[in-house]
Every structure is written in C-alpha cells, then in structure tokens.
C-alpha cells in the first residue's frame, strides 16, 4: 500500500496577499527621493555624496556584522538601505565623511542587529544615531557650514534657530510657500516639504505607514504650536510654520510610523502620535534644543509597548 | 479568483466567495473494488483482523468499544498506522468492497421508530464526520443556525448543493426542525432561497470572508456571542454547515448510509465536481479524472484546509474539496522577524493583539499567549497569514499553540 510519490505538505493558508517587507521597504525608499533629490540639486555635489555614503555604508554595515553572526544578509529588503537614506536626510551636506560611517554604524549595528535585526531594534534606529552623532559632535552638525562654499536666494539662517533667538519677529523673514517649496536651510531630505508630503500620501494611500500616526502629529504639532502662540504671540513662532520647519514632515512621514517602534491599535496610534507632537513643540519652544522631533520621538518610542496595552476586547472574552 | 493586494490598499483586505458555474462537469465516479476508512487512534486501541466483514450501517465493536458506524460494505484486507495532522495517530483501514448490499437495519429501524435523537448520536460515529450539534442538557436545543456560506471563500460547493440538492436539504430541515424551538437558514446575498417549511427562519446577508465564520454568522443571527474556546453546544445552540444537512437529508431519503458524495476539485483553477461513494481514495478520483503531474493536494480549501500527503486518504463526509497544483504554493523562505506592521491586527475577526502573541508562540509561551492575549478568542480563519507581511505562518503557530495546550490540559486532568 504504500506509494512512492512524495507531495509536497505545508499549513495552510497556502496563499498570500503578496505583501512583503522588501515591497514595502523599496516603497518607502521611493517615496523618499523626491525630497533627496531637491536636497542634492539644492546643496550640490556634496549632498550627493553623503546620500551615497550613507545608503551605501548602512547596507555594507549589514552584511558585515551578519557575517560576523554567521547569518544570511538579508541587504535585498532595502530595510539597511532606507536607514541609511533617512540618516542622510536629516544631516546637512557637509557632514564629514567618517561622521556618515559612524551615524550609520550606530544606525543599523547599535540601534538595530544587536537586538535582532529588523523588526526587533527598542527605538527608532535613526533617530537614534542621530540623537548620539547630535549630542556627540555639535558642532560638525552645522547646517550653516555649506554657506561658504555657495549663494541662496534665502535667509541664510535655519528657521527654527532663528525662531529660537531672535523670536517669533524672525518669521517674517521666511514666506510660508517658500518653505513649503524647500527654499530653507536644514538637513538634505528635510527641506523639500511638498516632496515629503506627496511621498507621505503615496505611501498613506498604499498603506506602507500608519497613517493615522502622521495625520495626528501634525494636528497635534498644529494645536500645541498655536496654545503657544496665542499665549505669547511675540515669543512663539505661529503653528504653521512649526509645521513647515526642522524635521515635522520627515517625522510625520517616515520617522514617527516606523514599523516596530509605533503601536497598531487605533487609539495608541493616536495616543502615541500625540506624545510626539506635544512633547516636540515643548522642546522647541521652551527646551534646551532647537530642534525637538528627535527626543520627542525617541520618548514616545519608549511609551510605545506600553501604549499599545490598550486595545479592544478580544471576541468572546468575558461574555 | 484574485485575492492579490491591490495598488490601492485604504480597505481592508476581504475575500469574497466564488459562485458554482453552471457549465462545471459534474463526473460520477463508480465505487472502485478497494475503499478506505480513517479513524483516530491506534493499532493497540483498536486491534483489528483482517479478514473482518463488515456491513453498512452496522456499528462496528472492537473490543467492546464503539470503533465507527460503517458507511460501507466489505472485507477488512489490511491496517496501517499514521500519523496525520498535528502529529495524531491514525488508522487506515483498506476495505475489499463487498458486491452484495445488505439493509441498513439501524438506521432504517431509528427512522421509524422516529428516535431522531439517537440517530444523529450514531450519525456522529460515522469516520470523518463532522459532528452533528446535540443538546447536552435537555432534550432541545434552543436553536440551530444552518449555514449555507462557504467554509472557505476558494470552494464554491454550497451554491452547487443550493441548485442541485434542494429535496434532501428540505428532508434534512425537517428532520432537524423537530429538535430545536428554532431554526434558522443563513444565506448568502447571492443565493437566498425560500423552502417553504413552516418555522423556518431565513436571514441572508453579504458575508464576506472571514465574517462568515460560525462564531461571527452566530452573532449575526442570534445575536449572542459565545465566549472564546467553548463549543456552541455548551449553550444549547446548534451549529450545522449547509453540507452536514444534505448528508442528513441523503440519508433520510435513501434510509441508508450508502450515498454519493459531490467534491469540489480544483485542478489548477479547472474545476470539476465529482459525486463519489463515501470512503472512494482520493488517488482513485484522480486516476479518474485523469490528472497526471502534480506535487500538491489539499483537501477543504487553500485558507484554511489542510494539505494532503498520503493519497490513499479516503473521501469522507466532511471532505468537501480538493485542490491539485502543480507548483508549490504557500510560504517561501522569504520569513523574517515580526516588524510590527499592524495589518493581522486589523484583519483579525476575533481582535486578537496578532503581533504581541506571535512573539510569545515563536517563543513557545503557550500559556503567556492564552492569558495574555486571548489565543482562544482565535476563531481559525488564517487571515493572519494570509496578510502576513514578514510572510510569518502565524496560523500555524496558533494551531500549534492550541494543540500543546490541549496536550497540556489532558496531563493536568
């Protein structure tokens, strides 16, 4: 009775939806470029090169330390890529080369394969980096530094540092369309907001971030930035231009709905987006730093398990 | 059918149910010499000879145990032991088919005597069967809920039987009308029917995959939600798929357990219908059918059936399709770590926290995941793979997890 053909066993289902994370890595390294792309022409040469070094180096750093862990690299999914562009984004172009290596060192080795690798690293591995390179070499960091070297048609001043010592006086100096077209100073993907939005809503629409948590850090961004300003109009830029300045549409778009590090229950997407939002005006308005997207989100990384507690009850639980 | 994500994906992600086609080629397969039978357990709990003649109808006994009501007639020729789904032992029991038929006294004498109580308890030992809802406190149930939706939304079976099995799902309704205070039928948008039997209730409504499952179909029609991981019977509720009500109603009508079965089978997406006699190898349909190359066999969908490995598996009542296919489905080596995407969680029917409890089950903390985030809630769809971005096979830790624990349960007891 017994027969020689052999079929092939697996568990069911024995289809798929055909998502997958190198889809929806690629994806979101697409939807980044047009805002790199406006940085590289905006900044020149250098901005090109440091976008190479780090996309490159990130990946490179992957390979090796999984090697070293007797592992298969797995650099196809375009994770290692996607921190690597995102840390070139948010850096101004004339960021040293060893400074690149070591970010992205400290962005996929540290922040993300000694816990496991993709989809097990406790904060957002960019941000991360970026927070240790910040704190670490302040002034290599300078995004007035690539004045020298050419001319803009723009104040030559990045706006929320302007807002933060001159006062809200400074605003005037800057046009709202002009910021929203990336006429501004700032990292290299950060400027170009209109790309960040249009690569925001691409991915929104194809569900690649969570976009309840971008929707509701803008609004609350929105709401905390004009408390302030209501209060004390003379002190505290205007909502809008909080929205249009630093990191808000990179953290909108790709920082703060990161994967592993933002809940997927409703409510503490919510909840979570709005810890982000708050925490980063207060930063910005009466913190230490100028720039406060980084610790806000790094913060709200670390609320995230606990936020995601709250959840709807399961079908059939206490009836 | 195409269930692929589109570009667009704001919605979530349903599978709507496929429609019997009236130009499908239904061939009748001659009951072969040798048939095959299934049961749960092994060579010691049941030592069978061979040699043994058995009859339909007749409730056979090893032992002094009720082994299985036989649907067939013939001689035992050989047993072999295996091991089949979640590693659970069973026998297969290969039948020299017997020419003469002989009545079907049991069934036939429970008919008249009109014991139907009895007759459903001894239905339940058929081999394979999936079994029918009986009231375990009194003597009725407080309703039945038939369902006519698909179990899985890649078989269209149910709107076949609709067209073609009307006389014995009205045989069967009436026989379970008299069971229950109420009954009612479920059907599909598409498919409503009126049978025209007095108290019969019928609700139709767009059920999508997964929301035409039991549970959720229950909560629809009752509106009562039975609490996770307990059978409907513990709160006097009968739950009856549309194909369970044509077995009673064949039944009923021939007054004999000897009745052909229509199986769903997909060969590559060219679907044919068989009707087979009960216990008919799946090897000897496709001899039949004449299918020639293939590396893969499922039986009851590609959701959530279960792949086939041996095929002298027999065709049994709750045997409702096949799926043959050339090229390997299913997951690929592309599995990589949970990332936290969110979309099991959105899809789930039962609102289980999908991403927290797959940590816990890849971890082997089956209790953690029954305490923590209800993995009895699960109500087996496998939807959760099915959308699974890191390509995890999270149904298949689920079932897992429930069948250690069970495991688990059985030492403790």
């Known amino acids: 009775m017994q027969r020689s053909e052999l079929l092939l066993a697996s568990h069911a289902p024995f289809i798929h939806y055909g998502t997958s994370v190198k889809e929806r890595y690629w994806n979101i390294f697409f939807a980044c470029l047009p805002a790199v792309i406006y940085g590289i022409v905006l900044f020149g040469a250098s901005a090109l090169g440091v976008v190479c070094l780090s996309t490159g180096s990130a990946m490179g750093w992957e390979v090796l330390f999984k090697k070293l862990r007797r592992q298969e690299p797995r650099i196809y999914d375009g994770s290692s890529a996607l921190l690597g562009l995102l840390f070139a984004m948010m850096v101004p172009a004339t960021t040293p080369w060893w400074l690149v290596l070591v970010g992205t060192f400290l962005c996929v080795v540290v922040g993300r394969e000694i816990y496991g690798g993709l989809g097990c690293n406790p904060v957002n591995p960019v941000l991360f980096s970026f927070a240790i390179v910040f704190m670490s070499w302040k002034n290599v960091l300078d995004f007035t530094g690539a004045l020298g070297n050419f001319e803009v048609s723009f104040f030559p001043v990045e706006p929320l540092n302007a807002v933060k010592f001159i006062g809200a006086s400074a605003e005037s100096k800057y046009e709202i369309l002009e910021l929203l077209l990336g006429k501004q100073l700032g990292g290299i993907g950060s400027v170009f907001n209109l790309g960040l939005i249009l690569g925001g809503i691409y991915l929104a629409i194809r569900r690649f971030i969570k976009w309840e948590i971008s929707l509701m850090f803008l609004i609350s961004i929105f709401v905390t930035a004009l408390i302030f300003h209501i209060v004390n109009p003379t002190k505290y830029a205007s909502p809008i231009f909080h929205l249009l300045t630093g990191y808000t549409m990179l953290a909108a778009f790709f920082l703060l709905p990161e994967d592993t590090t933002s809940p997927v229950n409703f409510f503490p997407k919510l909840l979570y987006a709005s810890i982000a939002g708050v925490m980063t005006i207060l930063i910005r308005n009466i913190g230490a730093y100028v720039e406060g997207v980084v610790f806000a989100i790094l913060l709200s990384n670390v609320f995230h398990p606990l936020i995601d507690k709250i959840r709807p009850k399961s079908f059939g639980k206490g009836v | ?413």
């Open chain 2, 1 to 413: 059918m195409d269930y692929k994500a589109t570009f667009v994906r704001i919605t979530k992600p349903t599978l709507k149910t496929l429609q019997y086609d009236e130009s499908v080629e239904i061939v009748q397969i001659e009951p072969p010499d040798l048939v095959c039978l299934t049961i749960e357990g092994t060579k010691a709990t049941y030592p069978f000879k061979e040699g043994m003649k058995i009859n339909t109808g007749e409730l056979v006994q090893i032992n002094g145990k009720d082994a299985f009501l036989s649907p067939i007639n013939g001689i035992l020729r050989s047993v072999r032991e295996t091991k089949g789904y979640l590693n659970k032992p069973y026998l297969y029991l290969f039948f020299e088919r017997a020419k003469a038929v002989k009545d079907d006294f049991t069934i036939s004498s429970l008919l008249k005597a009109g014991k139907k109580l009895d007759l459903l308890k001894i239905l339940n030992k058929i081999p394979g069967i999936k079994p029918y809802s009986l009231p375990q406190k009194s003597e009725y149930l407080d309703s039945i809920v038939i369902s006519t939706l698909e179990q899985d939304p890649f078989t269209a079976i149910n709107d076949f039987y609709l067209k073609k099995y009307l006389d014995e799902l009205t045989e069967g309704v009436k026989f379970l009308k008299d069971l229950t205070k109420r009954i009612v039928i479920v059907f599909g948008e598409r498919n409503s029917l009126n049978l025209g039997i007095p108290g019969l209730e019928s609700y139709s409504k767009k059920f999508d995959y997964p929301y035409s499952l039991p549970n959720l179909v229950v909560k629809d029609v009752l509106g009562k939600v039975i609490p996770m991981g307990k059978p409907f019977e513990r709160y006097n509720i009968g739950f009856l798929h549309l194909n369970q009500v044509i077995l009673l109603g064949q039944i009923i009508k021939n007054a004999s357990l000897q009745v052909l079965k229509p199986v769903y089978v997909n060969l590559d997406d060219k679907v044919k219908i068989v009707t087979v006699p009960i216990g008919t190898r799946i090897i000897d349909v496709m001899t039949k059918l004449s299918i020639g190359q293939y590396n893969m066999v499922i039986a009851n969908g590609l959701l959530n059936g279960q792949s086939i490995y041996d095929l002298d598996t027999p065709i049994l009542p709750s045997l409702d399709s096949i799926f043959v296919k050339y090229h390997l489905l299913g997951m690929t080596n592309l599995e990589t770590e949970c990332i936290n995407c969110g979309e099991c969680v959105r899809i789930c029917p039962a609102k289980i926290p999908v991403n927290i409890m797959i940590r816990y089950l890849k971890n082997k903390k089956y209790e953690d995941a029954m305490l923590l985030c209800d993995l009895m809630a699960c109500l087996e769809c496998g939807m959760c793979s099915f959308v699974c971005v890191s390509r995890i096979p999270v149904f298949h830790y689920i079932m897992l997890a429930k069948y250690e624990l069970s495991l688990m349960e059985n030492e403790e007891v």
